[in-house]
């Protein structure tokens, strides 16, 4: 059973910053892109940032595009999403998952989730 975990959500003011970080127990992480997506409350679940396998690409929404840089360790198993001068509007629960295959951005190419991380900006 694959595993993926967030952390690093919390409550913090407009323009401070936050990393998140997503750990995945799968064996072949280093194979799979890794994703953000956030849901606000009321809203649908919206792609954020997007990471190729072997970090040679990454992809981001408009509204975050930067203030947000996603990262990964494949020797760790862990993706990272770095939040800087966050917005009242950014606040939502941040979901990590793994793809499918080694690249994609829309939710459907996305396998496996966590189960979410709440980050809440302040005004």
């Known amino acids: 059973q694959v595993q993926v975990v967030e952390s690093g959500g919390g409550l913090v003011q407009a323009g401070d910053s936050l990393n998140l970080s997503c750990v995945a127990s799968k064996r072949t992480f280093y194979n799979f892109a890794m994703g953000w997506f956030r849901q606000a409350p009321g809203k649908e679940r919206e792609f954020v940032a997007a990471i190729h396998a072997r970090s040679i690409m990454t992809k981001y929404a408009d509204s975050v595009k930067g203030r947000y840089t996603i990262s990964r360790d494949n020797a760790k198993n862990t993706a990272y999403l770095q939040m800087n001068d966050l917005r009242p509007e950014d606040t939502a629960v941040y979901y990590c998952?793994?793809?499918?295959?080694?690249?994609?951005?829309?939710?459907?190419?996305?396998?496996?989730w966590g189960q979410g991380t709440q980050v809440t900006v302040s005004s």
């Open positions: 998952a793994i793809g499918r295959t080694n690249w994609g951005f829309r939710p459907f190419e996305y396998e496996y």
